[in-house]
T-cell receptor
Framework: KAGVTQTPRYLIKTRGQQVTLSCSPI?????VSWYQQTPGQGLQFLFE???????NKGNFPGRFSGRQFSNSRSEMNVSTLELGDSALYLC?????????????FGPGTRLTVL | KQEVTQIPAALSVPEGENLVLNCSFT??????LQWFRQDPGKGLTSLLL?????REQTSGRLNASLDKSSGRSTLYIAASQPGDSATYLC???????????FGSGTRLLVRP
């Protein structure tokens, strides 16, 4: 079974631009979450989607948004990029059944903002 | 504030040693606790998940325990190998949501 895939793997953008990252969950997984990882702040939760609905959102500005499609694939968008948005963006998927919330992560997208 | 603390921040051991990584959390209202490993520049690999009704989980040389009353989880690695060198992260969910709250990790180096 294929794991969580994320595209692109690397991105270089300049301040003020916008970027869209894509995540394909493990087949059959309905929950997709996004995290930002930086050396200073560690791993921080961005948002979680289930059945095309955002169920939970972290403490990030409105420049960070996301969506989920009917096939459970998800995208996140960051508008008006800032230098501080440089980070590894990780996507995780979960089968989302009963009390088993085990989450499986993709390889991440490394975003560099110049 | 829901905080997760991991001690030590870094650990260097010779190959073959048994070792324990610690994870503590401030809120005992835990739903799930999950241990991950992360290799440099890579994503996270799930190691073990402990549900709140469980006390421990085992996978191969790894054993994770959960003590909700003391707000602690430990990851035990038996007979460590150089391939175990990585950063180990614990993360909890506080409710039925999927929001993981991560510790800052323990960077492990197993010397040949």
């Amino acid at each position: 079974k294929a794991g969580v895939t994320q595209t692109p793997r690397y991105l270089i953008k300049t301040r003020g631009q916008q970027v869209t990252l894509s995540c394909s969950p493990i087949s059959g997984h309905r929950s997709v979450s996004w995290y930002q990882q930086t050396p200073g702040q560690g791993l921080q939760f961005l948002f979680e989607y289930f059945s095309e609905t955002q169920r939970n959102k972290g403490n990030f500005p409105g420049r960070f948004s996301g969506r989920q499609f009917s096939n459970s694939r998800s995208e996140m968008n960051v508008s008006t990029l800032e230098l501080g948005d440089s980070a590894l963006y990780l996507c995780a998927s979960s089968l989302a059944v009963k009390r088993n919330h085990e989450q499986f992560f993709g390889p991440g997208t490394r975003l560099t903002v110049l | 504030k829901q905080e997760v603390t991991q001690i030590p921040a870094a650990l260097s051991v010779p190959e073959g040693e048994n070792l324990v990584l610690n994870c503590s959390f401030t809120d005992s209202a835990i739903y799930n606790l999950q241990w991950f490993r992360q290799d440099p520049g890579k994503g996270l690999t799930s190691l073990l998940l402990i549900q709140s009704s469980q006390r421990e989980q085992t996978s191969g040389r790894l054993n994770a325990s959960l003590d909700k009353s003391s707000g602690r989880s430990t990851l035990y690695i038996a007979a460590s190998q150089p391939g175990d060198s990585a950063t180990y992260l614990c993360a909890r969910t506080a409710d039925s949501s999927y929001k993981l709250i991560f510790g800052s990790g323990t960077r492990l180096l197993v010397r040949p």
